[in-house]
């Protein structure tokens, strides 16, 4: 299959059976493994589910994030992964209050961030002080 041979007369798309049709990288891939850098202002919270660590304005939208995007029901992996959790099993259900409980107060929150960054600055990330 060669592309080169066809004139370009527009922005390069690809049509390969609906596969990549556009040769730009989606913005989402790099967001998902760099999100710990593209903290903005006012975002204080981070979630710590395994390797997420999205950063958030609020608690409650850590809470909302992990709920739906961790603990929704078609992902919810039956145990809490978030760090230095026990991962017992838990329904899902229960999961979300102890969550809520454990994890999305503003205090846990702000005691995981501070852990976090004691805890494993040799680990994967560069300290960027």
Known sequence: LFLQS?????????????QQMNL????YTAASQQAEQ???????????WQSCKKWFQTP???????????GGKDV????CLWEGCEPFQRQRFSFITH??????SRDALLA???QDEHGQ????????K
């Open 6 to 18: 066809t004139p370009a007369t527009s922005i390069p798309t690809v049509q390969v059976q609906g």
């Open 24 to 27: 730009q990288p989606p913005s």
């Open 38 to 48: 593209m903290k903005k202002p006012g975002q204080n919270f981070m979630c710590l």
């Open 60 to 70: 409650s939208q850590v809470f909302y994030h992990a709920a739906t995007e961790h």
């Open 76 to 79: 919810y992996p039956g145990q």
């Open 99 to 104: 969550l809520q409980d454990k994890h999305c």
């Open 112 to 114: 995981g961030l501070k």
């Open 121 to 128: 600055v040799g680990n994967q990330k560069p300290s960027n």
